[in-house]
């Protein structure tokens, strides 16, 4: 599978999904949401500042597949060096079809109310485990 890191300004319309690593937990992302948009609407929480792609605090290692993002992400947040080297950042990030993504193990899911779902498990719009 070709990995593409970038493609500013696409603007995808349907549902896609994230796995998020080291916890093996995939979310649905609906259209229009973020990566931290799909993790916070399961209840769900992950490191962030800004969620305006403008600190960095997010930034997590695109593993495989392909994100978008719906506006221009400053390369002083984001360096070409670091989405050359598999950098992204899901507040702003959008998978284009399935696309996998590595937290930093200080950066592990946190569950907002009761757990996060189980290892390999596919979180559907409300949480619970399908
Ligand atoms: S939370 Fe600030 S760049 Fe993602």
Redesign the pocket.
Known sequence: MTKILVQQGDHPDEATSVRILPDDVTLAVLPGESI?EAVRRNGLRTR????????????ADLVDGAVAYTCAIAGT?LSDAEVTDGKC????ARPVGEATIRLSEKDCLRAVFGSIPTTGAHAGDNGEKK
């Open positions: 931290v962030y500042l800004c969620r305006r792609g403008g600190c960095g605090a997010c930034k947040v950042l899901p507040c702003r």
